[in-house]
Structures are given as structure tokens and as C-alpha cells.
């Protein structure tokens, strides 16, 4: 079946630094993949959609520069939280839409990201 | 704007206690109905896509159906390790994005 990794699973920074988020297809290539944040017993908030070499899109009341997204390949994007602060912390969640599955989204496992 | 409800917010069932949960949608021009299932600190592992009306998937201890105003997840004779929370999500208009529910979050109990 598909699968999509994030890495890193968790991670802890201090107020001001900047985390990377990584979200990789393994066996498949995606046209588009997608942000989602999700807070504690929240269902899943889409942050953004980004398509392998444009730029990409965002929903409203998300900020694009502090949510840096890099979509540089058909099976890799990242987000970097820039200048994070303990409000940033939440759980980051991937996916990955397999264009030879009728668009069906495959999510990663997460990232929990806690700013102190 | 789409919405998705999901009723149950939670539910607890004996094991083998058969029961349904409930993903209610307004849309506009509805491309597909999804449901996920999520364990606690992971991401949604996907289980069914429904197109149209009608339609019904199965796997295993679970049927989804969808009609046009709704999709029900049926659950035949659960056990503990199908306790999660279970998401419903729609996929309408032009695009891929997907609009979630709020999820159900089943507990069964031995």
C-alpha cells in the first residue's frame, strides 16, 4: 500500500528557532501533498497544498511566511516553522495524494512539535 | 462552504456489540467520501473511499455506505483493537482538498 514518512517523529525547540519537517512518499509519486496541524482532540485543520515545483497554496488565516513549505520533488516536501512559538506547538501531520488511487490522500505518522 | 458533522463525538461498545456511526455532509458537487481511522499520536490510516450514492465498501469487521446527504460506518461484532477515533472527510468542486469531521471516538470494551 502507500506510504508516506515524516521525520523527524518529535521534536522539542526553544521560542525564536526555526524547525524543518520533512514528508516523503516512499512508493509512490505525488502530484500534490498537504499540511495539516491538528491540536489535542481536534480534528485535522488544512494549513496549506503545495504541488511538486510551484509555490504553494495556503488556507486562509495561515501564514506563509512562518510556514515556509518547499515542494522540490514528486515525492518530497517540507515545512519549516520559522521563529516558532509555544503557541506553534501542535501535531503536524503529512499526506501524500497518489494520483494513480483516484487522488486518495495517504498520511504520515506525525510530527509533534513542542516550543519552549 | 462544506461541512461535515460526525455523531457520535464518542462511543463505547461491548465486544461483539454491533453498531453505526454517522458522518453527515453538505457539499457542493461531491468527488468522494473518505473514512480514516486514527490511534492516538498517529496519523489517519486511510479505510474506504465512497463516490456515489448507493455505493458501499467493506473490510473486514467494517461497511461504509453513503446516500446523498450522509455516510454510516457500520461495525459488525468489534474488538478492543478497533478502538480509535474514526474520521469522515469529503473531497468536493475541483480540487483534492479534503474537509474533515470532528471524528467519532470508538472505545470497545472486553
Known amino acids: 500500500g502507500a506510504v508516506v514518512s515524516q521525520h523527524p517523529s518529535w521534536v522539542i525547540c526553544k521560542s525564536g528557532t526555526s524547525v524543518k519537517i520533512e514528508c516523503r512518499s516512499l512508493?509512490?509519486?505525488?502530484?500534490?501533498m498537504f499540511w495539516y496541524r491538528q491540536f489535542p482532540k481536534q480534528s485535522l485543520m488544512l494549513m496549506a497544498t503545495s504541488n511538486e515545483g510551484s509555490k504553494a497554496t495556503y488556507e486562509q488565516g495561515v501564514e506563509k511566511d512562518k510556514f515556509l513549505i518547499n515542494h522540490a520533488s514528486l515525492t518530497l516536501s517540507t515545512l519549516t516553522v520559522t521563529s516558532a512559538h509555544p503557541e506553534d506547538s501542535s501535531f503536524y501531520i503529512c499526506s501524500a495524494s497518489d494520483p494513480t488511487s483516484t487522488d486518495t490522500q495517504y498520511f504520515g505518522p506525525g510530527t509533534r512539535l513542542t516550543v519552549l | 462552504e462544506d461541512q461535515v458533522t460526525q455523531s457520535p463525538e464518542a462511543l463505547r461498545l461491548q465486544e461483539g456489540e454491533s453498531s453505526s456511526l454517522n458522518c453527515s455532509y453538505t457539499v457542493s458537487g461531491l468527488r468522494g467520501l473518505f473514512w480514516y481511522r486514527q490511534d492516538p499520536g498517529k496519523g489517519p490510516e486511510f479505510l474506504f473511499t465512497?463516490?456515489?450514492a448507493g455505493e458501499e465498501k467493506e473490510k473486514e469487521r467494517l461497511k461504509a455506505t453513503l446516500t446523498k446527504k450522509e455516510s454510516f460506518l457500520h461495525i459488525t461484532a468489534p474488538k478492543p483493537e478497533d478502538s480509535a477515533t474514526y474520521l469522515c472527510?469529503?473531497?468536493?468542486?475541483?480540487?483534492?482538498?479534503?474537509?474533515f469531521g470532528t471524528g467519532t471516538q470508538l472505545k470497545v470494551e472486553l
Open positions: 465512497l463516490y456515489s
Open positions: 472527510a469529503v473531497q468536493a468542486g475541483g480540487g483534492n482538498k479534503l474537509t
Open positions: 512508493d509512490f509519486q505525488a502530484t500534490t
